[in-house]
Structures are given as structure tokens and as C-alpha cells.
């Protein structure tokens, strides 16, 4: 995805243009995460963490290193 980003946009209101898939264990299917929220492990990697839109589970999604 392309986004032009303006200097007055905070990077939380960037964060909420972009659209994170996951897998969900318990529908055994790929959903768009909802609510995602990005959040840094305890070994400091960086992933996405939010709620499958069909049955409430808790969908992770880890981002690359860079």
C-alpha cells in the first residue's frame, strides 16, 4: 500500500490507515485483524495484535526487523 503522509499526521493516525492480516487458530482461516495495535515482545520484536472480527480470539501477526 501507498500512502501520502502529511507532517501533521501522528503516526498513530497513520497506523489506522493500514489494514493487517492474521491467522486465526480457532477459525482455522486468514482474517483482517480488528483493532490492531502494534507492540513490542519481550525478545524486542515488533508485532501486531488486535481481535479476529468473526469470534473474539486474539490474532499476532509479527512484523519484519526492518
Known sequence: ???I???CMRYSEVNKLVTYEGFC???RKKVT???P?????KNKRKAVKGVCPNCG???YRF???A
Open 5 to 7: 503522509l502529511h507532517s
Open 1 to 3: 500500500n501507498v500512502f
Open 25 to 27: 487458530v480457532k477459525c
Open 37 to 41: 495495535k502494534i507492540v513490542t515482545l
Open 57 to 59: 480470539t486474539a490474532v
Open 63 to 65: 512484523l519484519g526487523k
Open 33 to 35: 485483524i480488528k483493532d
